[in-house]
DNA sequence: GTCTATAGATGGATAGAC
DNA sequence: GTCTATCCATCTATAGAC
């Protein structure tokens, strides 16, 4: 009974697992509230209350850690993403219409960051790593772009008129729109519209965007 | 004739002028390539040819020169879009049509970032600075909306009949797209492109932005 | 496995000689 | 004013005690 391989590995398993996901989630929200350069290994450990050796005994590095979470929240938010392109895919009979389209991109980075919805420190996290990601994260985004050659795919389908060249062109502007929705850019417009823009209602920020980047793909 | 005051003061003034260019100038290049923080000061002064303490005795510190190249190259950016409105509201009788007025935001940026153009670093340093720049530098970005109260005022001229609230979002959508115009997003739409896409020919693409953003005003 | 103590490296800033 | 030498703070990573 005190052969260590017949001892019930729960209790110490659970514990270690229970420690790993605290240091990644800590990590997580530092770094999606203040950069991924100005949070430090000791600002983790102290936040999620744990010993400072933790973050390289749980994931080899800092930025194997940064890597990590970047790995798993983009490979979530693309697979809710295609979801949603697939479902809009057999509403319509294989070809859904460009607003369809955009709003399967659209709509899982906008509905994370509603207020108070649990993955929004998520989305402001990815939003980060687009422009202040470590060479090893920025080399994935510009290397993997299988998940928009199905969007880019299904544009060419809704609009087969245009020319492909076109199609790429304004999707790297609805990206862009898409990129933009950082907090600091909503405080930014908040102050110059005098307290007019309120980017709380998710569903109606959505609404607003797809008006403006469908009618962009129609013109 | 020996009196110091009397010495023509020519010589040492240009010599510390020339310093302090070269060091603005190494600065602002290695900022727009790799990055505020991955940049040291001792990596400044030597691709400036200076010694170290240079940026301390010319700019009191590494933050302050930061700090000025913003101010200086900002400025810059806003007088030229300021005056392109100036002078489309001189052709339009007081009114000129959302296509200008967005011309006039878009057109300075785009043209700065052509390659071979001697801003091409400057217009990098920009975009870099809303993402990565110091707290006073997104303070400064976050309240210093005067340039853009013009625009907002110059498209409610133009869509009388558009709530102010839609004017205000649209323009969000429109700052989106500029500030996406980073090479890193220009080597990921090469990709996925399969070189379809050239950002070469600035004024093909701000033709195209036009196109896209005029569309999703008139909407 | 957890934790402390510390190594090892880097970078911003500055004193002081010239 | 320029430049070297150095201080001092900070950070990541790890060795070693328990």
Same mark, same amino acid.
């Given at each position: 009974m005190?052969d260590?391989?017949l001892?019930d590995? %729960?209790?110490s398993d659970? #514990?270690?697992?229970?420690t790993?996901?605290?240091?990644?989630?800590?990590a *997580?929200?530092?770094?999606?509230l %203040?950069g991924?350069?100005n949070?430090?290994?000791? +600002? =983790?450990t102290?936040?999620?209350g744990?010993?400072?050796?933790s973050?390289?005994?749980?994931f080899?590095?800092k +930025?194997? $850690? @940064?890597?990590?979470?970047?790995?798993?929240?983009?490979?979530e938010l693309n697979? *809710?993403?295609a979801?949603?392109?697939?479902?809009?895919t057999a509403r319509h009979? /294989?070809? &859904? &219409?460009v607003?369809d =389209? $955009?709003?399967?991109y659209? /709509?899982? &980075?906008?509905?994370?960051?509603?207020?108070?919805?649990?993955?929004?420190?998520s989305?402001q996290? =990815? =939003?980060?790593?687009?422009?202040?990601?470590t #060479? *090893?994260m920025?080399?994935?985004l510009?290397?993997?772009?299988s998940?928009?050659?199905?969007?880019?795919?299904? @544009?060419m389908?809704?609009?087969?008129?245009l020319?492909k060249?076109d199609v790429y062109?304004?999707l790297?502007?609805?990206l862009?729109m898409v %990129?933009?929705?950082?907090f600091a850019?909503f405080d930014r417009l908040?102050?110059?519209? /005098?307290?007019l823009?309120?980017e709380g209602?998710?569903?109606?920020l $959505?609404a607003?965007?797809?008006?403006f980047?469908?009618? /962009?793909?129609? #013109?």
């Amino acid at each position: 009974m005190t052969d260590p391989l017949l001892q019930d590995p %729960h209790d110490s398993d659970e #514990a270690q697992a229970a420690t790993k996901a605290a240091v990644f989630n800590a990590a *997580e929200r530092l770094f999606a509230l %203040h950069g991924f350069q100005n949070v430090s290994v000791r +600002d =983790i450990t102290a936040e999620a209350g744990v010993n400072l050796a933790s973050v390289n005994y749980h994931f080899g590095s800092k +930025d194997a $850690l @940064l890597f990590e979470i970047f790995r798993r929240r983009t490979s979530e938010l693309n697979r *809710e993403r295609a979801r949603m392109l697939h479902e809009a895919t057999a509403r319509h009979a /294989g070809s &859904p &219409p460009v607003r369809d =389209i $955009l709003e399967a991109y659209f /709509g899982p &980075p906008l509905r994370w960051g509603t207020p108070d919805h649990d993955r929004r420190v998520s989305a402001q996290f =990815i =939003i980060r790593a687009r422009s202040e990601g470590t #060479a *090893e994260m920025r080399e994935v985004l510009r290397n993997d772009v299988s998940h928009l050659e199905r969007f880019a795919a299904a @544009l060419m389908s809704a609009r087969p008129d245009l020319p492909k060249e076109d199609v790429y062109w304004r999707l790297h502007f609805v990206l862009g729109m898409v %990129h933009n929705n950082r907090f600091a850019e909503f405080d930014r417009l908040h102050h110059l519209s /005098g307290g007019l823009t309120r980017e709380g209602d998710t569903e109606a920020l $959505l609404a607003r965007m797809l008006d403006f980047a469908e009618a /962009g793909f129609m #013109a």
